[in-house]
């Protein structure tokens, strides 16, 4: 199985620095106040429903809007730009009526962040710059029943996951994406499904990418919406050796903190991190200021916590050039090695011997 150039470059720019991660896209998709005609565009003018708030349709009706909020933040010290996929498979496209449309918005997704990052590579070649192909966690939970009086319901199988995102991850590779980055993951048996079917597409292509793995802590609990800990979730996931484990949404980056360094001194591989702009205000906006979330993420990355940081939810590039040059001066987390014990997980870790 062969690996691309891009994937030796990561590992070159991940051992030299902290790398950056892109912020958010819908925050910047938001700031140009798309219409339904908006989203509609010409191609889908006469579309049978409404599809206002189908941010990955952008892709195919406003490309350039999509392209330009990539190079924006490539131009404030991104490294990573995540493509605009976070809902692109069929399960979260039933909503629109656009199942038959998740392939394509795959596709053409990964290649707008593709063209952005060439043109950022190409004016920086000493510092390359990288496309995450992002893999959502869908609007079904495969762990939890959504009847109270049936707990053994489930409104979708992990072979429906799977096969949902198999599709997804074959789009973003054939679009261009560099890394698969499963990501804000509340449901580890989902994210199984979307590993499961990202190593199933790497056989098909003979094509081995980096993958990163983001899950979200969903209060000050410390816990995954199905219940697990932080160190209970790096030992459901790390069977798929990522390139990264670490954490994004839900918390800003004052509470997310305790659990990053959790998985700082437990994990062996890179850590990365990319909380919200704070948590959302009675509005739902964001109040963070780009100073302030910087001034937050600089002390994870002066402990050594961190090898990637960005922003999620609320961020803009504003927030990423602040952030970027808050953690510039400090070396990237020193990866520790395996202990060699029996790692398992429920809702907690256990450790043998």
Known sequence: MKRLASYAALEKAASERILIIDGAMGTMIQQHKPSEATYRGERFKDWRQDVK??????????????????EEYF???????????????????????????????????????????DVWTKNTPDRPRFVAGAVGPTNMTASISPKVDDPSFRRITFDQLREAYREQVRGLIDGGADIILIETIFDTL???????????????????LPIMISGTITDEAGRTL??????????????????SIGLN????????RPHVAELAMIADTRISAYPNAGLPNAMGDY??????????????????LVNIVGGCCG?????IA?????????????????????RLSGLEPFVAG
């Open 53 to 70: 708030g189908n941010n990955e349709l952008l892709s195919l009706t406003q490309p350039q809007m999509i392209q330009d909020i990539h």
């Open 75 to 117: 131009a404030a010290g991104a490294d990573i730009g995540e493509s605009n996929t976070f809902g692109a498979q069929v399960i979260s496209q039933a909503d629109y009526g656009m199942q038959g449309l998740a392939y394509e918005m795959n596709v053409a997704s990964a290649q707008l962040a593709r063209k952005a990052a």
């Open 190 to 208: 989902n994210a199984k499904a979307a590993g499961f079917a990202t190593l199933e597409v790497f056989d098909e292509k003979d094509i081995e």
């Open 226 to 243: 199905t219940g697990q800990t932080p160190t209970a979730f790096w030992y459901s996931m790390r069977h798929l050796r990522p390139f």
């Open 249 to 256: 949404c839900a918390l800003g980056a004052e509470k997310m």
């Open 287 to 304: 109040d963070e200021t780009a100073d302030e979330m910087a001034c937050k993420i600089e002390p994870w990355a002066s402990d050594g």
């Open 315 to 319: 961020s803009t590039p504003e927030h």
């Open 322 to 342: 602040h952030i970027a040059e808050h953690v510039k001066a400090f070396p990237p987390r020193a990866v520790p090695k395996a202990s060699g014990k029996l």
